[in-house]
C-alpha cells in the first residue's frame, strides 16, 4: 500500500513552495499518495491570469531560476499529471481572498477546510511549508 503524504503549503517565499512542489512530484511519480492544501499566502499564486513572482527568501530562490529549474507551478501540475496527487485549496483562505474554485488555474479539487484536510490525513506524513 502507498504512503500517504500531506502537504500543508502556507508561504508565499519561492524556496518554500518550490521544495513543497519538488517533495509532490517526486512523491507522485514514486506512486505514494499525496495531498497539497494550500492555504494563506501560497493560494494567491494559483490565481488565474496572476503572474506574480515568488520572492526568495535568500540566494537559492535566484539560483532556481537563474539556473532553469522547473518552476514549482509545473511541479505540482505534473504531481497530479503523474500520480495520485491532488492540490486542494483552503476554503477559509478562498472566502478572505474573496476568489472561488474557478478563479484558480487548472488541477485545482474542491474547496477543503482544514478540519476535512486533517481527517483525511489520518495516519499520514505531514510536511508544512
Known amino acids: 500500500m502507498p504512503r500517504k503524504i500531506h502537504i500543508i503549503c502556507v508561504s508565499g517565499t519561492h524556496e518554500k513552495l518550490q521544495m513543497a512542489a519538488m517533495v509532490?512530484?517526486?512523491?507522485?511519480?514514486?506512486?505514494?499518495?499525496?495531498?497539497?492544501f494550500f492555504s494563506m499566502n501560497a493560494l494567491t499564486?494559483?490565481?488565474k491570469g496572476k503572474d506574480a513572482v515568488a520572492p526568495a527568501e535568500g540566494e537559492f530562490g535566484a539560483l532556481l531560476d537563474k539556473k532553469g529549474v522547473p518552476p514549482f507551478k509545473q511541479l505540482f501540475q505534473q504531481a497530479?499529471?503523474?500520480?495520485?496527487?491532488?492540490?486542494?485549496?483552503?476554503?477559509?483562505?478562498?472566502?478572505?481572498?474573496?476568489?472561488?474554485?474557478?478563479?484558480l488555474d487548472p488541477g485545482f479539487g474542491p474547496a477543503t477546510g482544514l478540519t476535512k484536510f486533517l481527517m483525511d490525513a489520518e495516519g499520514a506524513e505531514i510536511l508544512t511549508f
Request: glycine fraction near 8%; charged fraction near 20%; charge should be negative.
Open 45 to 47: 499564486y494559483f490565481v
Open 80 to 103: 497530479g499529471d503523474l500520480g495520485d496527487a491532488r492540490l486542494l485549496p483552503c476554503s477559509m483562505a478562498l472566502d478572505l481572498l474573496e476568489i472561488t474554485d474557478e478563479d
Open 24 to 36: 509532490a512530484s517526486v512523491a507522485a511519480a514514486s506512486g505514494e499518495a499525496v495531498c497539497v
